[in-house]
């Protein structure tokens, strides 16, 4: 496909402007400031620039495409009435500078948003700076290691605790925060196992990093003495409530002991993500950690003349301070707090429960070739190995994602969680109907037959997409995306016989 610029035709226009009938006053732009060359610009009509844009689209595959069970990522349909109500200008016009008085719509936003993330987990303070769940972790250690430090513990509780389940931003965070990590294994079911647990728990722990249910989609029932086994060698316990969305309305972080979480309102609560787009990793605390927060924090005032007014209160003297420019990714916020007012108490419930139910249902009609890694009922996602299909057939999970490319759904995680060998993580997502999960276990069915019959078409997939397999580690490990005229992928054949037919590795 040709850039915009290769498309472009010398005096082509989208739009035709009257000439200007006053002349600028020739001092209009001061001298040294004025092009002394027209900008480079694609000259278009109006329809060539729509059908460029459509086509660059229709060659990304997103929600809006079909289903997308990517494990770990939580990516739902998120409701479009979200992004009208963020794109109100009441709400997207606003200056972070403006005098509170202006601004008190969004001050109440954000002061009802954080009592309903209370309410949904159980805690009683909300910051909701971070821009992203990773941003959220670290603003947690950063409250783990100023509690430690004004109790006079900060240098000896160095340790935070990991399960070897734990998603990879746990550990990194941990050690960014200042704290050596230490792993715990998990037990043959998939729980954290109590015992390891027990034996690496002590004076040393500043605290835990723990998602329920964990990143192997299951929900460990020992959280109770999990939390307790921490809390008496003195720790505190994190929740990473990126996995949120199927305990919502059912059970909260805040009654299984858990001391602080962040949230990833980008996966649960209605904003589109993937890309490194933008996020929300608002972090809730006990009240005891309050002081810690990061501020200033949106409250509410004492009602004056029976109005309730909103303000801004100063970060304590204990707070970490800041942990990201002004108030938070605001319009992330607007979203959240419209789903959820939008859901209610019944509707968050029903999320989670079709998010289980949808997960179940998919796990059952996946077939043999892709056993459950923990013989267990799953959460809202599971993890199976392709293992054995691999022995049979030398086809690796890898391929077998990149041959679900070409039955036209996204593919699932692959090779993570680390500890399940030839790992596949699926996530439905309650927003999937069951014709569509029945689609997605066909294609799930038809690679692992396609394995049997055809192994290299799935070593050399996909065969049907714009791009061909990339070699992801290259381009991860040595990004050139400088534009370069002539290097555009090459068009290629929907309905091309796929064997064979792959470009080289770009
Ligand atoms: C369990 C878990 N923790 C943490 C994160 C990190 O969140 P973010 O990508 O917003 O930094 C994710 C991301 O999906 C996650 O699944």
């Avoid at 719509?105 to 910051?127: N, Q, S, W």
């Avoid at 091309?496 to 590795?505: D, K, L, S, Y």
Wanted: some cysteine.
């Amino acid at each position: 496909m040709k850039t915009i610029f290769e498309k472009s035709v010398p005096g082509r226009r989208a739009v035709w402007f009257e000439p200007a009938r006053e002349a600028a006053p020739a001092d209009a732009v001061p001298e040294g400031r004025r092009r002394r060359t027209p900008p480079r610009l694609p000259e278009l009509a109006e329809v060539d620039i729509l059908r460029h844009y459509v086509a660059m689209s229709q060659r990304n595959y997103s929600i809006a495409s079909g289903p997308y069970p990517l494990g770990s990522c939580t990516m739902k349909y998120n409701p479009v009435v979200n992004e009208a109500v963020a794109a109100l200008p009441g709400f997207a016009s606003l200056h972070p500078r403006q005098p509170a008085a202006t601004v008190q719509g969004a001050l109440r936003l954000m002061v009802e948003l954080e009592a309903a993330l209370c309410e949904i987990t159980g805690m009683d303070a909300f910051t909701l700076q971070p821009a992203a769940g990773a941003q959220g972790e670290l603003t947690g250690m950063l409250i783990v290691r100023a509690y430690h430090r004004a109790r006079g513990e900060g240098g000896q509780r160095t340790q935070v605790l990991v399960p070897d389940s734990a998603h990879g931003t746990n550990p990194a965070t941990a050690a960014m925060a200042g704290f050596e990590v230490v792993a715990v294994p998990s037990d043959r079911r998939g729980n954290v196992d109590v015992a390891a647990l027990r034996a690496r728990a002590s004076e040393r722990t500043a605290g835990l990093m723990l998602t329920n249910p964990n990143t192997l989609g299951v929900f460990d029932d020992g959280i109770e003495e999990i939390a307790a086994i921490v809390h008496e060698a003195g720790g505190l316990v994190y929740y990473d409530g990126a996995n949120l969305n199927p305990i919502l309305g059912v059970a909260r972080p805040g009654d299984m002991g858990f001391d602080l979480v962040h949230l990833n309102l980008h996966k649960t609560f209605s904003t589109p993500h993937g890309g490194g787009g933008p996020g929300a990793g608002p972090v809730g605390v006990k009240d005891f950690l309050r002081p810690y927060l990061p501020g200033p924090r949106p409250v509410r005032l004492a009602a004056r003349e029976g109005q309730e007014e909103y303000g801004l209160e100063p970060p304590s003297e204990s707070s970490i301070g800041r942990v990201r420019s002004f108030y938070g990714n605001f319009l992330v916020l607007v979203r959240a707090y419209a789903y959820i007012l939008a859901q209610g108490g019944e509707g968050l419930r029903r999320v989670a429960e079709d998010a289980v139910l949808a997960a179940n249902y998919l796990a059952h009609e996946l077939g043999p070739d892709y056993p459950l890694a923990y013989d267990r009922r799953p959460m809202h996602e599971f993890v199976v190995s392709t293992a054995a299909l691999k022995r049979e057939t030398g086809v690796r999970a890898l391929d077998l994602a990149k041959g679900m490319c070409d039955e036209g759904v996204h593919p699932p995680t692959v090779y993570f969680p680390l500890t399940v060998e030839e790992a596949m993580m699926v996530e439905p997502t309650e927003t999937e109907a069951v014709e569509n999960l029945d689609r997605l276990a066909a294609a799930f069915r038809r690679v692992a037959e396609i394995a049997r019959t055809d192994p290299e078409r799935l070593r050399t997939a996909p065969h049907r997409t714009p791009a061909a397999r990339l070699d992801e580690a290259r381009a991860t490990r040595h990004p050139d995306l400088r534009y370069r005229p002539g290097l555009s992928l090459p068009e290629r054949d929907p309905q091309a016989a796929p064997a064979g037919a792959a470009a080289p590795p770009a």
